[in-house]
């Protein structure tokens, strides 16, 4: 989603993070779903329609009823291909769902891993039996239950067990091979780490094995995939954009050197300088000088 229209509707988007879930028909409400930041919320979608779901690097042609998991840290995009669109959204933080030290529950579900099934073919009997869950959802959602969002976390759970019991859908291309996948959804996870906007949200995925443990893989597989693509270890991608965002902060912002080392990850600026000159050959305050 485009930055620049998720802070245009910010009210929306602050009351979303504040609760860390929203539910909503699509039908409905069908310009909703562009009112959050996709990069922060997990999704259930039930639809009726048809439609193509493009998702890390596969592409899935729908027709009918569908139900669909979208995982935050993976690249997608969907496009409406038939006139009447129905069905429900449900979207939640992972801070809302995993409230409990299974905090890892999300990335190694089937449906939202990498590498996963993200899309369900479901029949009328398993819509008619979904809707309810999701028309449960709202109710509670709109209710004045004290204890409405543990009812709500046991509503998504069982829309992910009796997914769990259905058979994936077939109907998507050909994978390409798993290097690509996981290269591809790398870089993509990368390149939303920034821009780093406050020195008060530092940069929290800082290395090789930060990126695995996010994307639910071996640090040395990751490693291997990603060089096999690119030629280079991941360590190196990474450093380069720490690097090149260093030089952004450097010349378009005002923030002392102490602050960007922070915002960068770095515990103390001695750290920063010591990294950033290894890797360009000069030192952070030269190359402000340079640009003043």
Request: charged letters at 25%.
């Amino acid at each position: 989603m485009d930055n620049k229209i998720a802070r245009s509707v910010s009210p929306f988007n602050n009351e979303l993070r504040l609760k860390g879930f929203n539910v909503f028909q699509i039908e409905e409400d069908d310009q909703a779903v562009r009112f959050y930041s996709r990069k922060d919320f997990y999704k259930i979608c039930l639809t009726t329609g048809k439609s193509k779901i493009h998702y890390a690097d596969r592409s899935f042609e729908v027709e009918g009823t569908v139900l669909f998991f979208g995982n935050p840290h993976i690249p997608y995009s969907w496009e409406t291909i038939s006139t009447t669109y129905v069905g429900y959204t449900c979207l939640f933080s992972e801070e809302f769902l995993c409230v409990s030290e299974r905090t890892d529950m999300l990335q190694q579900s089937p449906f939202f891993k990498i590498g996963g099934t993200p899309v369900l073919k479901i029949t009328e009997q398993q819509r008619a039996s979904l809707n309810i869950l999701f028309q449960k959802m709202i109710d509670e959602q709109n209710s004045s239950y004290v204890y409405k969002d543990d009812l709500i976390r046991s509503y998504i759970n069982l829309i992910m067990h009796e997914a769990m019991k259905m058979q994936p859908s077939e109907n998507f291309d050909q994978h390409k091979n798993a290097a690509y996948r996981v290269a591809a959804v790398f870089m993509e996870l990368l390149e939303r780490q920034f821009p780093v906007e406050s020195p008060n949200k530092p940069l929290q995925l800082k290395t090789a094995q930060d990126y695995a443990q996010n994307l639910a893989l071996h640090v040395n597989y990751l490693n291997r995939m990603v060089k096999e693509v690119t030629g280079r270890p991941t360590s190196a991608h990474i450093a380069e954009r720490i690097i090149s965002e260093a030089k952004a902060l450097l010349q378009h912002t005002d923030w002392n050197i102490a602050d960007i080392a922070y915002a960068l990850g770095f515990e103390y600026p001695s750290y920063f300088n010591n990294y950033f000159k290894r890797m360009t050959g000069t030192n952070p305050s030269s190359l402000r000088t340079m640009e003043v």
